[in-house]
Structure formats: C-alpha cells, structure tokens
C-alpha cells in the first residue's frame, strides 16, 4: 500500500538540549509499538550527530546524507534493527547537515512520497535545540513529544524550544515526558512547572505522556549498546515505556491529521516557509 494512502502515524521526539536520554527513549518506544504488532520506521533526525546506529551496534553502509547528495533513495538506506523495527540513519560529524536548505528539505519531502514500504509508525528523533531542523522536522510531524529531565537547564530549554515553535510556527500542543526521575511525582512537578510558566504566557496545551525512571540497568544497557528495553523487559523503565507507547497509538486513532499526508504536507510548507 503507498504511504500516500496508508495512515501511518508520525511522532517527533525532540528536547531543549542534549543528554536527556531522546534517543534511548525513541529506540525503547520503537521497540514496544513493535511488540504491540506495529510495522515501525525511525527517522535519525540528528542530520549531524546521528547515534541510533551507535546505540544499537549498528553500521549503515549508507546514512541520509547519501540520499541528500543524490547518491541513493530512502529505500536504499534503510536499515534493520532489533525486533524488525526499520531505521532510516543519520550522518555524523557532518557539520554542513546541520542546516538544511530549501532544495535539501524539498528533496526529503520527494523521497518519503518515493518510499512504498508499509509502516504503521513514523518516529522522528530530532536534534537537540531550537535549530531550524528540529523546527522542520517537529512541524511536519502531528505529534510531538517533548523529553526533559529535572534538571533546571533541561526544564528551562524544553520551555525554550516549545515557546519558539509556538511563537514561530503557531503549534499548539505537546506531550511532556520526564527522563531520569526517582518517582512519577517527581515527574508531574517537573511537568507543572513548564505547564505552569507555559499556560501564563502561551496560548498552548501541554499533556502529560508519562515518565521514564532512573536506572542502573539503562546505563548497562547503553553501554553493551542495546536498548534497555529489549534486554530488561521487565525492569519499571520498560513498563513505563510500553505504556507510554499505548497512550500514544491510543491517542492517535482519534486524530485523523496524524498520518503521512499530514507529514508530507507540512514537509512541504516548511520547505517552502522555513
């Protein structure tokens, strides 16, 4: 079936700033739509410094910049990865990545209409930050899921990134999910201070996804790069996941704009505006 017609879901994941843990959370999240029996396509949005590969044992033989620089499709890039999940990877170390231009970003857009696999989940791991990527690659997704942790400069940049795209690009609405926390009240203060700070000044909603908490195992994880979530099934973080990945299939089946036309539509809109 063509992704034109197909509704595939599409999820961008992003933060105010890096070391918040995006990218494990995305591959955890990938993996439990997974089990749920989801057909699931992640996007290493990170045009520059692209680590899926990395946090998998992964190695591409082609990345993104290969289909930018007109070597090779989309289809032609795509990897596998635990599970059966599909992973479009990203380049790094390629500083020129960084800051897509009109025609590169025009070129995606053409790619993902040339891209005929069946996939039920698009997640989108953008680059840390308030660039003009992650701007793109937020707005062309429906949803968007906005990770940070307690710390104060993680609170205070995701409050920053969400205030640009609001201010900039007119999105109304985020999911919070909290990283690295001791309990989920932990996890709702952290989230009714950006609520708090962001109903005073924006015009906005902010939904609660959920929390993810700190454990060892995720650290030994990472370092015998695989996702926690595949090696400890069982552990609260890998729970907390799967329901974090639920509540989002589940919220999706009631919004008919999020799909791939709605992607490719808003792919188009910010070539042409961003």
């Known amino acids: 079936m063509s992704p034109k017609t197909k509704k595939i879901v599409t999820i961008a994941v992003t933060s105010g700033k890096g070391g918040v843990g995006k990218t494990n959370i995305v591959t955890a999240i990938g993996l439990a739509m997974r089990e749920m029996n989801k057909k699931v396509l992640i996007l290493d949005a990170d045009l520059g410094l692209g680590n899926i590969d990395v946090l998998l044992n992964i190695t591409p033989k082609y990345t993104l910049k290969d289909v930018l620089d007109g070597n090779k499709h989309l289809k032609e890039i795509i990897v596998e990865g635990p599970k059966g999940i599909k992973i479009l990877p990203a380049s790094s170390g390629i500083q020129e990545l960084t800051q897509l231009d009109e025609f590169q970003r025009l070129h995606i857009l053409d790619e993902f209409e040339r891209l005929e696999q069946d996939f039920d989940i698009l997640l989108i791991d953008t680059g840390a930050g308030i660039?003009?990527?992650?701007?793109?690659?937020?707005?062309?997704?429906?949803?968007?899921?906005?990770?940070?942790?307690?710390?104060?400069?993680?609170?205070?940049?995701?409050?920053?990134?969400?205030k640009v795209l609001f201010t900039r690009y007119q999105e109304k609405e985020f999911k919070i999910l909290v990283n690295y926390v001791t309990n989920e009240k932990e996890a709702i203060e952290v989230y009714k201070r950006i609520s708090t700070v962001a109903d005073r000044f924006l015009q906005i909603s902010l939904d609660y996804l959920g929390y993810i908490p700190k454990d060892d195992m995720i650290t030994k994880a990472v370092k015998s790069q695989k996702s926690f979530f595949e090696i400890y099934p069982d552990s609260e973080a890998s729970r907390n996941i799967n329901a974090v990945a639920k509540k989002i299939i589940e919220e999706a089946k009631k919004d008919i704009k999020g799909t791939i036309q709605f992607f490719f539509g808003r792919l188009n809109y910010m070539g042409n505006n961003g």
């Open 131 to 162: 660039s003009n990527n992650v701007a793109f690659f937020c707005m062309a997704a429906r949803e968007i899921v906005v990770v940070t942790t307690p710390e104060p400069t993680a609170i205070t940049d995701a409050y920053a990134l969400i």
